[in-house]
């Protein structure tokens, strides 16, 4: 009974900035990689950015020198700082991360946010 849950998203014009949130709850054990996807009418779900247990960011090439991710391992959270944002960013954002959430079973299961919308108005 683990859940994530996105906020912070919202309608912003071109050059501003969001940043959303994300709070894993429920019956965890650990929590490995997280990551943020973002999906727009008509296309597929796609890698925004990843940040891993040990801090290691990447991001799509869209979103470099833009966009920051972090993580509070004390709160399970993840965030998406968005800066000089574009109505291209304009897309459902979802929240992922792989954690264990049984104390006999050591394998990590992909979970799920939601969403949150973030719309950027030219």
């Known amino acids: 009974q683990v859940q994530l849950v996105e906020s912070g998203g919202g309608l912003v014009q071109a050059g501003g900035s969001l940043r959303l949130s994300c709070a894993a709850s429920?019956?965890?054990?650990?929590?490995?990689?997280m990551g943020w996807y973002r999906q727009a009418p008509g296309k597929e779900r796609a890698l925004v950015a990843s940040?891993?247990?040990?801090?290691?960011?990447n991001y799509a090439d869209s979103v470099k020198g833009r966009f920051t991710i972090s993580r509070d391992n004390a709160k399970n959270m993840v965030y998406l700082q968005m800066n000089s944002l574009e109505p291209e960013d304009t897309a459902d954002y979802y929240c992922?991360?792989?954690?264990?959430?049984?104390?006999?079973?050591?394998?990590?299961?992909?979970?799920w946010g939601q969403g949150t919308l973030v719309t950027v108005s030219s």
């Open positions: 940040i891993t247990s040990g801090m290691i960011t």
């Open positions: 429920g019956n965890i054990f650990g929590i490995n990689a």
């Open positions: 992922n991360a792989e954690m264990m959430t049984s104390a006999w079973d050591y394998t990590y299961r992909g979970i």
